[in-house]
């Protein structure tokens, strides 16, 4: 109770009247998590030049984007560097998020992009599936469907109900613990293996779980949900979202936001970036960090993870662009890449 009053007081000072316009009054338990984390990432970044200009811009339809703001400086504050939010640029109505000032009085520029992902989940089609597959494939076992492209749900619903896919399936669930079924260039199916289910469908729990699976040897990460229902369980994850109107999208206004005659770096948050990592540097690279925006000095992908027994940690990666004007001064980053090191979020 006394961190939720700390939280609490800590919100009420940074957003004054407007608090109720971000918080509910009456706290409900699913509130404190938000509210804690809110408070952990901007009691830190108060003292930062320009922090009432930036809190300033917070809406109910933009506040996860300008608290990964808030994160980015705080993270960048962790570097050693001085950092402004909303930056005044003299003869530019347009401006970046943040103004970062090494030791040695160097400026850099810094637009942070967040990405909506909700349209990568279709819910609607993935029950669809879901129920196709409860109904078509009676087993105890359970069955994790992986897309590998767009139009693989096609393929689903055409093998499911034939039988000689269905005893596929079966086999699979005999063999070991886990076993994968491939059609090729379509979808992959692993099986693990389950005890029987003892009892009535009503005497389980109904559960959809959403979130994105990410292969540890490829990075790819794919959008899906996992559907529980009369004591078995469903995934359906994919297909990998192709990523480069979103991009072509994000550099065309970060690079109205770019400050002239300084170095300039687009932050993006890589919680946001499902798909193929090796589709986006491809993309990065070959279109973005080009000799046609060279007022982009790079882009960084910085996303924060809690990881069990460990805190929050940041990861972080810079692509830099060869062909950039004004390229970051020598040792502005530590470490081009880090994987969840080095850093904590206090809290």
Known sequence: MDDIKRMTLTLA????????????????????????????????VEGFAGFNRHILAYSKESFGNHLFTAKTALWLSKQGMEVEFEPEIEGQPSKPDLKCTTEGGEVVFVECKRVMTDKFFDLEQKQELADLIYEKLPTCD??????????????????VPDKNFATLIFAAGMKGDETDVKVEGEFNVRVIRKPPIIGGEEDFLTVTMVGWLEDVETGVRLPGYTFMRGGRSIAIHGPP???????????????????????????IHDGDILGNPADHDRYLKEVWLTKEYPEFSGVALLGFYDLAGQGERAQFR??????????????????????????????
């Open 318 to 347: 810079f692509l830099p662009n060869p062909e950039a004007t004004h390229p970051l001064p020598d040792g502005f980053f530590t470490e081009q890449e880090t994987n969840f090191k080095d850093w904590e979020v206090e809290r």
């Open 241 to 267: 979202p192709s990523y480069r109107k979103i991009f072509e999208k994000n550099r065309r206004r970060s690079r109205k936001q770019s400050a002239p005659g300084f170095s300039f770096i687009t932050f």
């Open 13 to 44: 000072r940074i957003f004054g009247l407007n608090y109720p316009r971000f918080f509910p009054l009456d706290i409900k338990t699913p509130d404190i998590d938000r509210m804690l984390n809110a408070a952990a990432i901007l009691e830190p």
């Open 142 to 159: 359970q069955l994790n469907f992986y897309l590998l492209h767009e139009n693989a749900a096609d393929k689903v619903r055409q093998l």
